[in-house]
């Protein structure tokens, strides 16, 4: 797969760019990179153009040192994304997807730049900020990484990542997960955790996002569950002028993308056909 670098006021940043066609852009979770994606790239590619980046700290994208400092805001992740958009020379109103932390920054690519989204799928993710015993648990884990020198303290994630089954009857999607976090910086861990931590309440903004929306959920996901992801489509709906989907992927907790990736693959497709009128 063919990744490209680019620069954001100094800062280097990578995103896969695959396929030709109308635009998707995926947006992965934390502590993770886009390479969570990589069974929807290989697919989604044949009908469309593919952009994956890895938020600024995560894969091969890396942090500037303010960013190390003071954490990375879901807003500065969301700039990012449009500046990746502009470099490609990509003006079209996009598709956008973002699993999880990938969500938070989707809602704020729409709500700041919202000629810039045809439709908007978020998955398994939260419009809610965080109450303070989780919120105090973000800070902890940026030092304990930090202290660590590595990723560590976020495999602790694992047993709520993954749905029961998956963790049964597919260990290997257990060890392709673990190593992706292994492979990823404390400082992006810290950086993201403290950006996490204090990021909006989007709940009274989502009757203002017109674009077409799918909302995508494990039936196991405990981290945003399917009652909170009903909840987000609901509050969706409210903009009046535009469908609003919600798709249980069976067979899957919070990693949907990669415990049940045809699932995902073929929700996503058909919703960008629909989005492009295809
Ligand atoms: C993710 O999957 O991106 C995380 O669970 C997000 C979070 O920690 O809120």
Same mark, same amino acid.
């Given at each position: 797969?063919?990744?490209?670098?680019?620069?954001?006021?100094?800062?280097?940043?990578?995103?896969?760019?695959?396929?030709?066609?109308?635009?998707?852009?995926? $947006?992965?979770?934390?502590?993770?990179?886009?390479?969570?994606?990589?069974?929807?790239?290989?697919?989604?590619?044949?009908?469309?153009?593919?952009?994956?980046?890895?938020?600024?700290?995560?894969?091969?994208?890396?942090?500037?040192?303010?960013?190390?400092?003071?954490?990375?805001?879901?807003?500065?992740?969301?700039?990012?994304?449009?500046? $990746? &958009?502009?470099?490609?020379?990509?003006?079209?109103?996009?598709?956008?997807?973002?699993?999880?932390?990938?969500?938070?920054?989707?809602?704020?690519?729409?709500?700041?730049?919202?000629?810039?989204?045809?439709? &908007?799928?978020?998955?398994?993710?939260?419009?809610?900020?965080?109450?303070?015993?989780?919120?105090?648990?973000?800070?902890?884990?940026?030092?304990?990484?930090?202290?660590?020198?590595?990723?560590?303290?976020?495999?602790?994630?694992?047993?709520?990542?993954?749905?029961?089954?998956?963790?049964?009857?597919?260990?290997?999607?257990?060890?392709?997960?673990?190593?992706?976090?292994?492979?990823?910086?404390?400082?992006?861990?810290?950086?993201?955790?403290?950006?996490?931590?204090?990021?909006?309440?989007?709940?009274?903004?989502?009757?203002?996002?017109?674009?077409?929306?799918?909302?995508?959920?494990?039936?196991?996901?405990?981290?945003?569950?399917?009652?909170?992801?009903?909840?987000?489509?609901?509050?969706?709906?409210?903009?009046?002028?535009?469908?609003?989907? $919600?798709?249980?992927?069976?067979?899957?907790?919070?990693?949907?993308?990669?415990?049940?990736?045809?699932?995902?693959?073929?929700?996503?497709?058909?919703?960008?056909?629909?989005?492009?009128?295809?």
């Amino acid at each position: 797969m063919a990744l490209r670098q680019f620069n954001v006021e100094g800062v280097r940043l990578v995103c896969e760019d695959v396929g030709a066609g109308p635009p998707i852009v995926l $947006l992965h979770g934390f502590p993770l990179d886009h390479t969570m994606w990589n069974a929807q790239i290989a697919e989604l590619q044949t009908h469309f153009r593919v952009i994956a980046p890895d938020l600024r700290g995560f894969g091969a994208s890396q942090l500037s040192d303010a960013d190390a400092e003071n954490g990375v805001g879901m807003e500065r992740y969301a700039a990012d994304v449009i500046a $990746l &958009l502009d470099w490609l020379q990509v003006s079209e109103p996009v598709v956008l997807a973002g699993l999880s932390m990938g969500g938070y920054v989707a809602w704020q690519s729409v709500l700041r730049w919202p000629d810039r989204i045809r439709g &908007l799928i978020p998955c398994d993710t939260r419009a809610a900020a965080d109450a303070d015993e989780p919120r105090a648990a973000r800070f902890k884990m940026a030092e304990a990484a930090m202290q660590a020198g590595n990723s560590s303290p976020a495999l602790a994630m694992i047993p709520k990542l993954l749905g029961a089954e998956t963790r049964e009857q597919r260990p290997e999607v257990e060890v392709k997960l673990r190593a992706m976090i292994e492979r990823q910086s404390a400082e992006a861990v810290a950086a993201a955790q403290r950006g996490m931590a204090r990021r909006e309440d989007v709940r009274g903004k989502l009757d203002t996002i017109a674009a077409h929306s799918l909302c995508i959920v494990g039936v196991e996901d405990v981290i945003s569950p399917p009652a909170e992801m009903h909840e987000i489509a609901v509050l969706l709906a409210k903009s009046g002028d535009d469908d609003v989907a $919600l798709v249980e992927i069976e067979h899957s907790g919070h990693m949907t993308t990669m415990e049940n990736p045809a699932a995902v693959t073929a929700a996503i497709a058909a919703f960008a056909k629909k989005c492009y009128q295809l």
